[in-house]
């Protein structure tokens, strides 16, 4: 009842501000939010929250979004596909609710399990949605190279995008020179999680080399309280992820910045000797009798939403160090509390003249049909006030640098948003970047075998990995 | 006047008939283009209100919308319509049709009347799939070589293939012994029919739900936690280490072929079990009083009856297991070399997007199934000879 209100407010405002366009028709936004307001004191409004129609209206860099302000598309549909479900898709429609409020187009989100597999047969099938969100650039790519994708260029304010976004997020959103995706959330993955009150108790210290990272796991052995890390893979048909997350965040402490974009692009061969180093380091600690909980049979059968569990075992950690991103404590057992049960610490550097990088992830959105509310949409999430209600509502990272840092209040996203602005290089996750017969095919199952094997043969697995490359 | 006026009534009802065969499918046309649209209920009702002229629903409809539960009514309701109705007034108005044609044509055209939607469906449906995907093996990615060479060349196809050998030899042949093993013993207990029910309940339970089930069975933790799998807690009551089943090869395959096994038991053992009541018993007293031993009546005179009913249950199995994939896929992905075709196809497919690998294992698959057709609809047609 009360959004066919709101859309009858809304056809309303269209009409006078229809009408007062008339004369000058393609003119800057700012000439054009004004009747907008204007339109929304004339009428009268029926129930109290329509009111914020009216503190929206931004100017804005964006067209058609200032357009959709101003109630222009008010009554369209737009459909979004996505993989965020429960939680976090109530926190991206929170997300939506300030645009949809403001501009009457009706946003309608759709969370999906299985989501690649959903969303290529749908694409396939001629039945895309408007606007999806894609996890992998990879994939993105693959969707460009069809043709299937609407680009950006042309229409999309790109200053305003090289404001708000570093080099590296516009280049991950573009194929072939052509900018396709939009980022929307951003992912990092070089944190390693521990039991805060036990660290204490033992008088442990947090490592920040990787001399003290090796260091302090003998230690943990040799204290008898177990074993040091919490490490498995075991993920259905996707397992293997975790391992090269590993390797990714290794290679970036143990080569130039140079030789992991030149190994993500296949410039140098994917066993080349710098990658078969960092593959050694990460032996070290994967590989160590004792130092993995399950040792690699555990590996690979624990899934991965359970790896952390031991660390919360009611006789103490069984576990003390856990390598994963931050969305991992919606895994945790009941009753745990991320910043209080564990924290996590900065993935230690291992050559000091490689700096302190960052491996991480995020979400771009692409489009599949131009429509001018749809263009809206995409270019609302591009501005920070899309950000905010879901960074209010907590485990949310922006990859939008106009983003005030002070919006950040809970824990882990300030220390998140630290670890970001001391960061020397940021780089995506490689194997989603890779083609997908690699990055989340045989780079996955390559270390399943590799783990399977209990670390040996590593050359073996690496040039069957680099032999898979697709030629084309 | 009569003899007249015969041809013009013939042409007439011709013409009629046509007319009507035509209204039915143009109604079927617009019928099925309402329930692709998806205003399509909210435009029927609006129209239907419009026309008796009741203008306070219309109104109320055009400004608050359908309600979605009578949106949802109403396309239920064109849907049986449009399909029931539709598909017997299309046979009706073609058959009537046919009733003009005059008697030479009449005998001609009505089979095709009556077969041909059908004829057109499979071709459809079946057909023209099955040569697309033919033609995309053929055409896309590396083209024809690229594509069968990448299947039979590759490490991890390779590993699929000799799974997929392995799941046919032990997975098949396991099914139709224990089936036959326990028809045979089953005909001699009391408590027949619910020792039937046991054995046949897991064919009930869908491939995903089984595998579900047996990665708990199977389940793994890490010596010296609490083992929560029945096979671990097994070994560990006993003083064993957990077994990783999942990850010891060989072992791993076979512990899913069992999951099949345990599926596709129940399905052979009622086959089996219903052909072995059918062996008359004069037969089975002949040989008794010709001194043959029970071992002896079995492999003589019980399997040579029920051969029929033997091949008919070893190549559906085999059929089944052939296209086996969810199994695989629910408890190991297809890792630790427990791979088999149908999941490489998906993966091919769905994950890495390469069509034309994905429908080369397809054709393959294909081709497999061939002489097991040969072999069943020989199998039928001798059974249907024979009654």
Redesign the interface.
């Known amino acids: ?1 009360r959004r ?1 209100r709101l859309w009858a407010l809304f056809a309303a405002m269209d009409l006078v501000v229809a009408a007062c366009a008339n004369a000058p028709s393609e003119t800057t936004e700012p000439t054009e939010s004004p009747p907008a307001t204007e339109a929304t004191t004339t009428t009268t409004a029926p129930s109290g929250d329509d009111t914020t129609t009216t503190s929206a209206a931004p100017e804005g860099p964006y067209e058609e979004l200032a357009r959709a302000m101003a109630g222009e598309y008010a009554g369209t549909e737009v459909e979004v596909l996505g993989q965020w479900l429960e939680a976090e898709a109530d926190n991206f429609k929170a997300s939506l609710q300030p645009f949809i409020d403001a501009t009457g187009i009706e946003v309608r989100y759709e969370g999906i399990t299985d989501y ?2 959903v969303l ?2 749908r694409v396939d099938g001629g039945n895309a949605p408007d606007l999806a969100q894609l996890a992998q650039p990879g994939l993105m790519r ?1 969707f460009a190279a069809e043709g299937k994708l609407v680009p950006l260029s042309g229409w999309f304010n790109t200053d305003q995008l090289a404001e708000d976004y570093i080099q590296s997020f516009i280049d991950l959103g573009s194929y072939e020179g052509e900018l396709y995706g939009i980022f929307f959330k951003g992912d990092i993955k070089s944190i390693v999680w521990y039991p805060v009150q036990a660290f204490a108790d033992n008088g442990y210290e947090v490592p920040t080399t990787w001399e003290e990272l090796i260091a302090l796991s003998d230690q943990i052995i040799a204290d008898g309280n177990g074993n040091p890390w919490c490490i498995s893979i075991e993920h ?4 293997g992820w975790v391992a090269t997350d590993w390797l990714e965040d290794i290679l970036l402490r143990t080569a130039p910045v140079e030789i992991y974009d030149q190994w993500v692009n296949h410039e140098i061969p994917f066993d080349h000797p710098e990658v078969l180093e960092a593959a050694e380091y990460m032996r070290q600690i994967w590989f160590t009798d004792g130092y993995v ?3 690699n ?2 590996i ?2 624990t899934w991965v939403g359970d790896t952390q569990t031991p660390m919360f075992d009611s006789e103490g950690p069984k576990c003390w160090m856990h390598k994963q991103a931050a969305w991992i404590p919606a895994f945790w057992p009941e009753g745990t509390e991320p910043g209080v049960d564990s924290a996590f610490f900065y993935f230690p550097p291992i050559e000091e003249e490689y700096g302190k990088p960052v491996l991480g992830g995020g979400d771009q959105f692409v489009m599949f049909d131009d429509r001018p509310e749809v263009r809206a949409l995409l270019q609302y999430l591009a501005t920070p006030e899309a950000a905010k209600p879901w960074i209010e509502a907590g485990g949310f990272v922006s990859p939008n640098r106009s983003v005030p840092l002070d919006w950040y209040t809970t824990y882990p996203n300030d220390e998140l948003a630290q670890i970001l602005q001391s960061a020397d290089v940021f780089r995506f996750d490689a194997s989603d970047q890779m ?3 690699v990055g ?3 780079f996955w ?1 390559g270390m ?1 075998d590799w783990v ?1 094997q209990d670390g040996e043969g590593t050359e073996e697995i690496f040039r ?1 990995i680099e032999e898979s490359w697709p ?2 | 006047m009569a003899t007249t006026s015969r041809p013009a009534t013939a042409i007439r009802g011709l013409f009629g008939a046509a007319l009507g065969l035509a209204a039915t499918v143009a109604i079927l046309w617009a019928g099925l283009g309402m329930l692709r649209d998806e205003d399509g209920p909210e435009r029927l009702v609006l129209g239907f209100y419009t026309l008796v002229g009741a203008s306070g629903p219309a109104e109320a409809i055009r400004t608050y919308g359908l309600h979605p539960m009578a949106a949802k009514t109403v396309t239920a309701v064109v849907a049986i319509v449009v399909g029931v109705g539709g598909v017997w007034a299309l046979f009706t108005a073609a058959n009537l049709l046919t009733d003009r044609l005059g008697p030479r044509f009449e005998r001609l055209v009505r089979p095709w009347v009556f077969t041909g939607p059908a004829l057109a469906l499979v071709a459809f449906y079946l057909l023209f799939p099955t040569l697309r995907t033919i033609l995309i093996s053929a055409t896309e990615d590396g083209g024809l070589v690229a594509n069968y060479a990448f299947v039979f060349t590759d490490r991890d196809m390779l590993i699929a293939l000799r799974n997929n050998a392995l799941w046919l030899i032990f997975g098949t042949s396991g099914s139709v012994l224990i089936g036959l093993a326990f028809a045979t013993l089953v005909d001699r207990v009391r408590r027949e029919a619910l020792a039937k029910t046991f054995i046949f309940l897991p064919l009930s339970i869908s491939m995903v739900g089984a595998a579900v089930i047996w990665r708990f069975v199977y389940y793994w933790r890490p010596p010296g936690e609490e083992q929560i799998g029945l096979l671990n807690g097994l070994l560990s009551a006993l003083g064993y280490e957990p077994v990783a089943f999942f990850q010891s090869v060989p072992l791993n395959t076979f512990a899913l072929i069992v999951i099949m096994v345990w599926l596709q038991t129940g399905f052979a053992m009622v086959v089996l079990s219903a052909a072995i009541k059918a062996v008359p018993q004069t037969m089975l007293e002949a040989a008794r009083i010709d001194g043959a031993g029970e071992l002896q009546i079995f492999r003589s005179v019980i399997i040579p009856s029920i051969r029929g009913s033997l091949i008919t249950v070893g190549t559906t199995i085999f059929i089944a297991i052939l296209k086996v994939f969810d199994i695989v896929f629910v408890t190991t992905g297809g890792k630790f070399q427990t791979d088999v075709v149908a999941n490489r196809m998906f993966k091919e497919m769905i994950r890495f997007r390469n069509d034309g690998r994905a429908s080369a294992l397809a054709v393959i698959l294909l081709v497999a199934v061939i002489p097991i057709m040969v072999v069943n609809v020989r199998n039928l047609r001798r059974q249907g000879v024979g009654s």
């Open positions: 009842m066919t690649e597999t290529t047969t693959t259905g048909d996707a397992s909980y399950g040792g049979v555990g690979n059968a083609p997908a017969e989340a095919g045989t199952s399943v399977a069957r030629t084309s």
